[in-house]
């Protein structure tokens, strides 16, 4: 097959705040040629994830994305040329190919998936957003039933799956999101039973009357003071999976903070624990085994739910 061109998107400028357009740069490249052990591969679905600004700060669990460089991602991907006997032609598969059309990556740096349709089900709920929530709510926060759960960037993709699966597991969730139309959307839509506007002002004192009992497991996605106002009242023995700190990822400089850290972590024994989701990734077979089921009887409602709506306009 004779592939003309390579377009990629270029971190054209490495911001110093707030990211924007002008910080990338379409381009083309050449096409990429695999050596022995590598794989060509075409990108299907680019991942666009909260960690991707982080990387724009500086070395974090990898290099860090610098300006004039292909942005940094994982994708799903389709295998077109393969110089390694696990893949062939065809085989889908997630690796970090950047944000580009065509890439060579390492054979052993790529994870075959299952072909699943929609497609872009492999790039969400079994992606990174599902995988993220569903091994740091269960692996590292380990809720039980009855539990009060609460998760921050709640009408996030991570966020909104790892309130799902909290209610799943019978406990009582509470999600802080930013503004009055996203908690609504997490409580009539994905069956919070609270929700929390950090924009509103007087988080603490809205937070405290969501959860009177306190808090059990903290999903944190932004540190800062989100993660602050949570622990204070967080139970004893509570456990803390931190994800992300998506609240810095624009400043020039971290800021500050959060109080209460070690002594709170100390009076309460409270866990804290940092995860990426790469270290769940040999048992990523495990989540999607789980999820899907739920998957697809939630997907069979929507499709039901959304025929009976269509009748009914159609009745008007």
């Known amino acids: ?21 002008e910080h990338f740069k379409l381009t083309e490249g050449e096409m990429p040629k695999p050596a022995e052990g590598e794989i060509l591969v075409r990108v299907r679905l680019i991942s666009l994830d909260a960690a991707n600004r982080a990387w724009m700060q500086g070395a ?14 994982g994708s799903v991907a389709e295998v077109i040329e393969s110089h ?7 085989d889908l598969v997630f690796g970090d190919t950047g944000w580009q059309e065509y890439a060579s990556v390492p054979a052993k740096a790529l994870t075959r998936l299952p072909k699943i349709e929609p497609m872009t089900n492999l790039i969400s709920v079994y992606g990174i957003a599902g995988l993220t929530a569903y091994f740091g709510l269960l692996d590292i926060g380990n809720p039980k039933s ?8 709640a009408a996030g993709s991570v966020g909104s ?21 996203k908690c609504v959307w997490l409580k009539n839509q994905l069956g919070f039973d609270e929700a929390v506007d950090y924009k509103s002002g007087a988080l603490f004192k809205t937070l405290k009357s969501a959860a009177p009992n306190g808090i059990d497991v903290y999903f944190d996605n932004v540190g800062g003071e989100i993660f602050e106002a949570c622990l204070a009242q967080m139970n004893v023995r509570g456990r803390i999976a931190c994800c992300g700190a998506v609240s810095q990822y624009d400043m020039a400089a971290p800021a500050s903070g959060p109080r209460g850290v070690p002594g709170l972590i100390v009076v309460k024994r409270l866990r804290a624990e940092g995860f990426i989701v790469t270290d769940f990734f040999d048992q990523r077979e495990r989540a ?20 009976r709506d269509l009748r009914t306009r159609r009745k008007r």
């Open 146 to 153: 009855g539990e009060t759960v609460v998760v921050s960037a």
């Open 161 to 181: 799956i790892v309130g799902q699966i909290a209610k799943i597991k019978h406990c009582r969730v509470i999600g802080i999101a930013g503004g009055a139309e």
């Open 1 to 21: 097959m004779a592939i003309a061109c390579n377009r990629q998107i270029l971190l054209a400028e490495t911001p110093k705040s707030k990211l924007g357009p």
């Open 60 to 73: 974090t669990y990898r290099s860090a994305v610098t300006a004039g460089s292909v942005m940094a991602g």
């Open 288 to 307: 999607i085994a789980i999820f899907s089921p739920g998957f697809s009887r939630a997907s069979s409602r929507y499709r039901r739910t959304s025929s």
């Open 84 to 90: 390694a006997p696990q893949f062939k032609p065809g």
